[in-house]
């Protein structure tokens, strides 16, 4: 198994759930925009019968800034997001 270099960039799947989305959907957004430079492609899917939208986005970024990103995500009330990291 490979070790990864510190500052390594990867490829990850982020996967997040906004319950609430007409409170929380802004919120989200302002975050993705933050971390813009890292987002490669993003999918988002209002779910309106749930009141909540899933968003999928693929990400080229360091674990730090991933951990960040997510971890920035995740504070938000509602908002869960988790990642898969390519080998």
Known sequence: M???????????VVGITVENR???APLVNNILTEYGELI??????????RDMCVI?????ATMDQL???TGKLGSLPGVR???ALTT
């Open 67 to 69: 951990g960040a990103l």
């Open 2 to 12: 490979k070790c990864m270099a510190e500052g390594e960039r990867r490829i990850a």
């Open 22 to 24: 007409r409170k929380s």
């Open 81 to 83: 997001a988790k990642m």
């Open 40 to 49: 490669v492609g993003r999918l988002g899917v209002p779910y309106r019968e």
């Open 56 to 60: 999928s986005i693929i990400v080229d």
